[in-house]
C-alpha cells in the first residue's frame, strides 16, 4: 500500500509539475514542429514554382533556338541552290522550288522591273488556283505592281486592294496572299507574290523566311543581269 508520505510526496510532484508548465513541453514542441513544418512546406512550394518556370523557360528557348536553326538551314539550302545559276529564268524556277518548300502548298510568282515595267515570272509547277481572269497574277495592273514595289514591305492581300487590285472580290476572297519585296542596296527589283487558299492563312513565320532570303536573291538576279549584258 501506498504510505501517508508517498501520498504527500506525489502531490508535492504533480503540484510542481503543474506550476512550473512542464505539462505542456509536449504542445510546445509539437507546436514548434508545426512551425518548422509550414515554413518547410512553403519553402519547398516556392522552389518548386521556380524550377517550374526555368524550364518553361528552357523549354521555350530550346523550341526558338530549334526554330531558329530551322530559318538557317532554310536559308543555307535556299543559297546553296543559287549557287553556279547565270540564267535568271533558272535562278527564279530555284527560288521557288525552295520556296514552295518552307511555304506549303503555296504558288509563287516573281513581278521583277524592267525598264519601268514590270516583268511577270510565273514559276509554279502545282496546279494554279482558278480565277474568273484566269490567274490571280493577271489581276495586277502596272500601277499596283509599282505601288508594291515602292512600299519596300511585306504587303497582305488587303494592302494589295487598297493598292488598286483588281478582280472579283467574292473569288479573290477565297484566296490568303501576301507580296514580299526584292530589294537591296536600296534598290527595288520587284517582289515575290506568294498566294494559297485562304483556310490555310499565310503564318507569319513563312513571310519571315522568304523575307530573310529576298536579298540574296536580288544579288542573284543583279548577277545573271550583269553577267548577261557582258555575254
Known amino acids: 500500500m501506498v504510505s501517508s508520505v508517498e501520498k504527500v510526496q506525489g502531490i508535492i510532484v504533480w503540484s510542481f509539475y503543474c506550476a512550473t508548465g512542464v505539462g505542456n513541453l509536449d504542445q510546445e514542441q509539437n507546436k514548434r514542429e508545426g512551425e518548422v513544418i509550414r515554413k518547410l512546406k512553403k519553402l519547398t512550394d516556392e522552389q518548386a514554382k521556380k524550377i517550374n518556370i526555368l524550364c518553361n523557360d528552357i523549354i521555350g528557348a530550346h523550341g526558338d533556338f530549334s526554330r531558329q536553326l530551322g530559318d538557317l538551314a532554310f536559308a543555307v539550302r535556299f543559297y546553296e541552290s543559287l549557287l553556279g545559276q547565270s540564267d535568271i529564268g533558272a ?34 509547277e502545282d496546279k494554279p488556283i482558278d480565277i474568273d481572269t484566269g490567274r490571280l497574277e493577271s489581276c495586277f495592273t502596272s500601277e499596283v505592281a509599282d505601288s508594291i514595289c515602292r512600299s519596300n514591305r511585306v504587303c497582305s492581300m488587303n494592302d494589295m486592294f ?41 503564318r507569319p513565320d513563312e513571310l519571315a523566311k522568304v ?6 536573291m536580288c544579288r542573284a538576279i543583279e548577277a545573271c543581269a550583269s553577267h548577261s549584258a557582258h555575254g
Do not use: Q, T, W
Request: net charge negative.
Open 162 to 202: 487598297e493598292m488598286g487590285l483588281i478582280g472579283n472580290l467574292s473569288e479573290l476572297g477565297r484566296i490568303c496572299a501576301a507580296a514580299v519585296p526584292l530589294a537591296c542596296s536600296g534598290s527595288a527589283l520587284g517582289f515575290i507574290l506568294l498566294y494559297r487558299r485562304s483556310e490555310e492563312k499565310l
Open 91 to 124: 535562278v527564279l524556277a530555284r527560288a521557288a522550288e525552295s520556296i514552295r518548300s518552307a511555304v506549303a502548298d503555296c504558288n509563287v510568282a516573281v513581278f521583277l522591273v524592267d525598264k519601268g515595267r514590270f516583268e511577270l515570272h510565273i514559276v509554279d
Open 211 to 216: 523575307l530573310a532570303v529576298a536579298p540574296g
